[in-house]
């Protein structure tokens, strides 16, 4: 009895040897980077996995982004971003917490999506001979003219440059609406701070025919009209893609209701894939200004580069 008692203390030392020089080598816990925690997760806890970047704001302009676009979501799509960032204090502002820190070059790029990524396979997204026709210089390095706009669907007008816009004194009519009906349907992910500024039906600026000048664009008859009814603007010059960029409209800004959401314009139904200081109005134009919750889905935006 007393030899096996032997034994075993023998072992018990040998044991305690090896602990130390396991610990005083740089072996244990806390000596490696690795820190000590009773703060464990239970085991019925999940891990929160690292969030993902916001999506780049959704807006009008077509302009192809640098790096490939965000695959637009499917019509079933069902699950929506949260709004990021905390509501202002006080009156309702611009808010939305994904556009902190975005260039207005990478707020436009994600619209390139809604044009183009967007659009499903097998639909012809422009052709270049009748651009070119147009008086689009398409380039033959890139496929796109020097703003980088893809060529246009057949049928569509070609964009004019501000700078080369000739705007006379001849009155002429068009229509114009501006409304956000689909953050009715997605008021869960509104900025909670921007709730009373949804009206009841969802209509901002009811369809109305105004006047506009010979040469104007669309960005011209909105900055007007907004103005004459003391209806809230914002907007972004892009140079690079040389047009107007709309963050909001009655305070109503691109994330304000997900980071898929923003505004977006289309004339006589389509959507056009270059910006609203571009495209160059005719008499009796249709211009919707609509709210998008989903990168155009909602708003039948998602084939805006086959035009219709």
Not at 62 to 78: G, I, L, N, V, W
Not at 168 to 184: F, M, N, Q
Not at 265 to 272: D, L, S
């Amino acid at each position: 009895m007393k030899q096996h008692k032997n034994k075993i203390i023998t072992a018990f030392v040998i044991l305690a040897v090896l602990g130390a020089a396991f610990w005083w080598g740089g072996n244990a816990p806390g000596l490696k980077g690795v820190k000590v925690s009773s703060d464990l997760p239970s085991a019925t806890e999940t891990p929160v996995s690292p969030a993902t970047p916001s999506a780049q704001p959704v807006g009008q302009s077509s302009a192809p982004p640098s790096a490939s676009p965000p695959k637009a979501p499917s019509p079933t799509d069902t699950a929506r971003p949260e709004p990021s960032g905390k509501p202002p204090e006080g009156a309702p502002s611009r808010s939305g917490g994904g556009e902190k820190g975005l260039s207005a070059q990478q707020k436009v790029e994600t619209a390139n999506a809604i044009a183009q990524e967007g659009a499903s396979e097998g639909i012809e997204k422009g052709s270049a001979k009748y651009s070119q026709l147009q008086g689009m210089r398409i380039e033959e390095a890139t496929g796109k003219d020097k703003y980088l706009t893809d060529p246009i669907p057949e049928g569509k007008p070609a964009p004019v440059e501000p700078q080369d816009a000739v705007i006379t004194d001849k009155a002429l009519t068009c229509t114009l609406s501006v409304r956000c009906d689909t953050i009715l349907q997605n008021m869960k992910w509104l900025d909670p701070a921007k709730a009373q500024l949804v009206p009841d039906d969802g209509v901002i600026f009811a369809p109305k025919a105004v006047t506009f000048y010979e040469g104007e664009s669309v960005f011209n008859v909105l900055v007007r009209e907004m103005k004459k009814n003391k209806i809230h603007m914002e907007f972004e010059n892009t140079p690079i893609y040389n047009s107007a960029y709309i963050e909001g409209i009655h305070n109503l800004y691109e994330f304000d209701c997900g980071e898929l959401s923003g505004w977006m314009y289309k004339v006589n139904g389509w959507f056009p894939n270059y910006g609203c200081s571009r495209y160059q109005l005719k008499d009796q134009d249709k211009i919707e200004w609509v709210y998008t919750c989903n990168l155009g889905v909602d708003v039948g935006g998602y084939y805006a580069a086959a035009g219709d």
